[in-house]
């Protein structure tokens, strides 16, 4: 697993500093819609994804899913309930195929004594999720839901995107469902603001795949 020295978690440790880490780390596989946890349960496993997606959910008042975040290759979750010690706050599940790397809560414990960096850099990437997912659940109850699809778009492709021929692809499958579900609007709306997005240029599809054609014009929806 040395490959995993890219990773910023683990990219400032040497390498005798990683073959100590080494034993305390277990990788799991999840199929899609697999759950990974469920909000309420103890907070046994601090978890990295290596390959795949994850979603961050939790349920509306009126039982409708919400995704507070999409987790990436090489971004952490259930940090904070690991180290403070409370059930997980929220739902997490394979959006597709993906292999997680996992530490148990009584060896990440153990790991961050020995190696001060690592919590510093567990603090950063936490702080700036719970930022996130604030941002979320705020533009849920205050944007307009054309600003929250715009504002979504946007995040994801500094996120995932990567710049092709027609623009910025946003590297992953989303369905509309899944765009509703992290916007907190109906699949209905989400299919009507799409669609009127590609009538004004603003996006297109390639193999399945958003791309974002005019990112200053879809910024002036967001703002």
């Known amino acids: 697993m040395r490959q995993l020295n890219k990773v910023s978690l683990f990219k400032d ?17 999840y199929r899609k819609k697999e759950t990974i946890f469920s909000e309420g349960e103890p907070p046994e496993w601090f978890y990295l994804v290596l390959s795949g997606k994850v979603k961050i959910t939790k349920l509306s008042h009126e039982g409708k899913e919400i995704i507070l975040e ?15 010690g409370f059930p997980y706050p929220a739902n ?20 961050m004594d020995r190696f001060p960096n690592l919590m510093y850099c567990m603090a950063m990437q ?8 604030y941002d979320s659940l705020k533009n849920i109850a205050l944007e307009r839901v054309e600003a929250r699809i715009a504002a979504l778009l ?15 692809t946003i590297d992953m499958r989303l369905t509309k469902q899944d765009v509703a579900d ?6 209905e709306t ?9 009538k004004q240029g603003l996006v297109t599809e390639v193999d399945g795949k958003i791309v974002i054609k005019d990112k200053e014009s879809l910024a002036a929806f967001s703002s």
Do not use: Q
């Open 13 to 29: 440790l040497s390498d005798a500093e990683f073959k100590e880490l080494e034993p305390y780390l277990s990788t799991t596989a």
């Open 70 to 84: 999409v987790i990436s290759p090489t971004d952490i979750f259930g940090g904070v309930a690991v180290i403070k």
């Open 92 to 111: 997490a599940v394979a959006m597709e195929d993906s292999e997680v790397l996992k530490i148990s809560r009584k060896n990440l414990m153990r790991l």
């Open 126 to 133: 936490m702080g700036e999720r719970m930022k996130s997912s």
């Open 154 to 168: 946007l995040k994801l492709a500094g996120k995932v995107g990567r710049d092709t021929k027609e623009g910025t």
């Open 182 to 187: 992290m916007v907190g609007t109906t699949v």
């Open 190 to 198: 989400s299919i009507r603001t799409f669609s009127k997005f590609k």
